[in-house]
């Protein structure tokens, strides 16, 4: 399943905007306040909507007037629309999930929410999930695409008018569209990185098989691979050594009260250093690693700023892992403001955000004809957007 595009309508500093053909591993560049933290924000609001509802989802974000685009009209609402591409009965199919959010007497409301896609070559997009205010349908048998209209089961249903339909029943697999969508919102994962919460012993209970948002199960993931995925955590190790001098060994060391710590070898010396002793740049290259190197990747990975604390050199071959995680599951969205680490992608991985008269716009770098020009003659994304190639990008 892969995201090709976001449009958002009326969602805060986005008033007006569509991020297009994205691919797998899609870069954002932007000056402070253009917007990034705002765009990869949107998943977690359609999280919070699908867990709990609309008005849930909006408490912690200063509710509907806060999350509405300063100076919108709230009678035309909040839009959010996502295609995405995904395999049913047979076909690969562009889907859309449309997402329309109001408020009426001061509370708020699901105006409409939509699942459509084609059915066959022709004709248009047939709607498989349709709901407003709280009453709508579903179609049940989505995969008997060769039966006509009339006679694919409708079901309809009743939720609150303030929860989106896909969080009941995207539950169900025979809505195939509407549980794919719900699974992806789920499993999405945004990188909110401490080093402080990554250090130290942890509790040595259960088993830990992603990194958290905060990287504070770092030694619980580390023990997972160790000992259930040798191989992936010894190629884990070997980047480790190359990037990292010092570093010939990382082990998960189990105390005698139960707790799981990080051991790091350095060749020069006998004694290891537990990792609440060696570098900031140390521990978060190694989280980066086991975060990439997780056998069931996310199907989206929102990360902002890797480059933090980390050695520019080595920031080549990190995209090339967000690229390869990216390629093993679903979708990577990195926000950065580091030439080194755009100088290894490609034209059609960079985009880049400006503000316009207080509202974000989102820039493709494959539209700008300079720069694909640039780029086609051999040139490096970093370097030309040092030299000022992507217009409108910096702080006037
Ligand atoms: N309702 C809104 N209407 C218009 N702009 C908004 C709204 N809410 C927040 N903003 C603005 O959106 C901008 C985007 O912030 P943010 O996404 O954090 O930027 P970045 O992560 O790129 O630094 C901020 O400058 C903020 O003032
Ligand atoms: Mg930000």
């Given at each position: 399943?892969r995201?090709?595009?976001?449009r958002l309508?009326?969602?805060?500093?986005f008033r007006?905007?569509?991020m297009?053909?994205?691919p797998d591993?899609?870069?954002i560049?932007?000056a402070?306040?253009t917007?990034?933290s705002t765009?990869f924000?949107?998943?977690?609001?359609?999280k919070d909507?699908?867990?709990?509802?609309?008005s849930r989802?909006l408490q912690p974000?200063?509710g509907?007037?806060e999350l509405?685009?300063r100076?919108?009209?709230?009678s035309?609402g909040?839009?959010?629309?996502?295609k995405?591409?995904?395999?049913?009965?047979?076909?690969?199919?562009?889907?859309?999930?449309?997402l329309?959010?109001?408020?009426?007497?001061?509370?708020?409301?699901?105006?409409h929410?939509?699942?459509?896609?084609?059915?066959?070559?022709y004709?248009?997009?047939f709607?498989?999930?349709?709901?407003?205010?709280g009453?709508?349908?579903?179609i049940?048998?989505?995969?008997?695409f060769?039966?006509?209209?009339?006679?694919l089961?409708r079901e309809e249903?009743?939720?609150?008018?303030?929860?989106?339909a896909?969080?009941g029943?995207?539950q169900?697999?025979?809505?195939?569209?509407?549980?794919?969508f719900?699974q992806l919102?789920?499993?999405?994962?945004?990188?909110?990185?401490?080093?402080?919460?990554?250090?130290g012993?942890?509790?040595a209970v259960?088993?830990d098989?992603?990194?958290?948002?905060t990287?504070?199960n770092?030694?619980?993931v580390?023990?997972?691979?160790?000992?259930?995925?040798?191989?992936?955590?010894?190629d884990?190790?070997?980047?480790?050594?190359?990037?990292?001098?010092?570093?010939?060994?990382?082990?998960p060391?189990?105390?005698?009260?139960?707790?799981?710590?990080?051991?790091f070898q350095?060749g020069?010396?006998?004694?290891?250093?537990?990792?609440?002793?060696?570098s900031?740049?140390?521990?978060?290259m190694?989280?980066?690693?086991?975060?990439?190197?997780?056998?069931?990747?996310h199907?989206?990975?929102c990360?902002?700023e890797p480059e933090?604390q980390?050695?520019p050199?080595?920031?080549?071959?990190?995209?090339e892992?967000?690229?390869e995680?990216?390629?093993?599951?679903?979708?990577?969205?990195?926000?950065?403001?580091?030439?080194?680490?755009?100088?290894s992608?490609?034209l059609?991985?960079v985009?880049?955000?400006?503000k316009?008269?207080?509202?974000?716009?989102?820039m493709?770098?494959?539209?700008?004809?300079?720069?694909?020009?640039?780029?086609?003659a051999g040139?490096?994304?970093g370097?030309?957007?040092?030299?000022?190639?992507?217009?409108g990008?910096?702080?006037?």
């Amino acid at each position: 399943m892969r995201i090709e595009s976001i449009r958002l309508k009326n969602y805060k500093s986005f008033r007006n905007a569509t991020m297009a053909d994205m691919p797998d591993l899609c870069v954002i560049v932007g000056a402070n306040g253009t917007g990034k933290s705002t765009l990869f924000g949107v998943f977690g609001f359609l999280k919070d909507c699908l867990l709990h509802n609309v008005s849930r989802a909006l408490q912690p974000r200063g509710g509907f007037k806060e999350l509405l685009s300063r100076g919108a009209d709230p009678s035309e609402g909040i839009e959010i629309e996502i295609k995405f591409r995904m395999e049913i009965a047979g076909i690969e199919r562009l889907v859309t999930y449309g997402l329309h959010l109001g408020e009426e007497r001061g509370r708020p409301v699901v105006l409409h929410e939509v699942l459509r896609y084609k059915r066959g070559r022709y004709g248009s997009p047939f709607h498989f999930l349709d709901f407003r205010k709280g009453a709508g349908y579903a179609i049940s048998n989505e995969e008997d695409f060769n039966r006509p209209d009339e006679d694919l089961d409708r079901e309809e249903q009743k939720v609150s008018p303030d929860t989106l339909a896909i969080s009941g029943l995207g539950q169900f697999e025979r809505f195939k569209a509407a549980n794919a969508f719900r699974q992806l919102i789920e499993n999405w994962h945004v990188s909110d990185f401490h080093i402080n919460q990554a250090r130290g012993s942890k509790d040595a209970v259960g088993v830990d098989e992603h990194l958290s948002e905060t990287g504070d199960n770092l030694q619980l993931v580390a023990r997972n691979l160790y000992e259930n995925h040798r191989d992936i955590f010894n190629d884990l190790l070997e980047s480790m050594r190359r990037r990292v001098p010092g570093v010939s060994s990382v082990t998960p060391k189990l105390t005698e009260d139960g707790r799981l710590l990080l051991q790091f070898q350095d060749g020069a010396f006998k004694d290891p250093f537990i990792d609440r002793y060696v570098s900031d740049g140390t521990i978060k290259m190694f989280a980066y690693l086991v975060l990439l190197h997780d056998p069931r990747p996310h199907p989206l990975l929102c990360v902002e700023e890797p480059e933090n604390q980390l050695y520019p050199k080595l920031l080549g071959e990190l995209a090339e892992e967000f690229r390869e995680y990216a390629h093993r599951g679903g979708q990577v969205l990195v926000s950065t403001h580091s030439p080194d680490f755009l100088n290894s992608l490609e034209l059609d991985e960079v985009f880049w955000l400006r503000k316009r008269d207080g509202y974000s716009e989102i820039m493709r770098a494959k539209d700008d004809p300079q720069v694909s020009a640039y780029m086609a003659a051999g040139d490096q994304m970093g370097y030309l957007w040092k030299q000022g190639f992507f217009t409108g990008v910096d702080p006037q």
